[in-house]
């Protein structure tokens, strides 16, 4: 990441902290600070915004129960590519937050090679390289950002089709109806891991923390780095304990 890009992140960072706090219990750890948090649900408004105005304006039988939403068939054309740009541009600001815990590195690499472990759960552990975010993670990212700057300058000779010609504009729409469908299976595929997928995630995005058993589950080279504690032997720890609840006749609760 470039001094500049740091020095903006971290002044942006700095500037949201002093206007909002997040509070860490002793069982948890700081996952995404306000900043982050507020980029992310800007990111997802407008997104949901873009593609509800577009479908109303691309698929006939949406129109009528789409539109009224936004004032009408007129207002939605018009407010359409705006909405867009507010996605591309608090995305854009996401990039540069999350520029270097997305870098790709050969542990994410090796981390594709288990992708059928992954998916089928068959560990209780993520392998220990596994950092702030695993090789999924990125590849979502970056396909969201190869998306993005395909319907942005796709957008624009739909925009303005008479500077730009109807030849050029036609090509547009292909372009900008397939990175708005990636865009849409990313999303939903998104909300599935955050959720059902991963329990505890989405916790991270409203209240900016996680537990630290799912950080040792699932981000032990994080965990490793926010602790200092070898995440392995705390979820053994963990194990023990709710074995002894267990032997006790109490109530246990999940490790990991």
Known sequence: ???????????????????????????????????????HWSVAAFFILALLSGLAIYTPWLYRVLTPLFGGGPMTRLLHPWFSLGFVAFFALQLLNWLQPMSWTPDDTRWLRRLKEYVANTDKLEPEYVDFFNAGQKLYFWA???????????????????AFGR???????????????????????HIYEGTAAQPGTFHSMTRGTVEKRWAWTHHPAWYLHATGRQPQDDYEAAVRRQAGRSAEGGTPSMPG
């Not at 700081?30 to 982050?36: A, D, E, G, I, T």
């Not at 950002?145 to 957008?155: C, E, K, R, T």
């Open 167 to 189: 030849t050029t504009a036609a090509i547009g729409y292909v372009f900008h109806d397939l990175a708005a469908l990636v865009m849409l299976v990313g999303f939903i595929v």
């Open 1 to 39: 990441m470039s001094t500049a890009v740091e020095r903006f992140d971290d002044g942006a960072r700095a500037r949201f902290g002093a206007h909002g706090r997040t509070f860490v219990r002793e069982n948890e750890l700081l996952r995404h600070p306000v900043y982050s948090r507020v980029l």
């Open 144 to 162: 969201i950002v190869g998306s993005s700057v395909i319907f942005l300058v796709s957008g624009v000779p739909m925009w303005f089709p008479r």
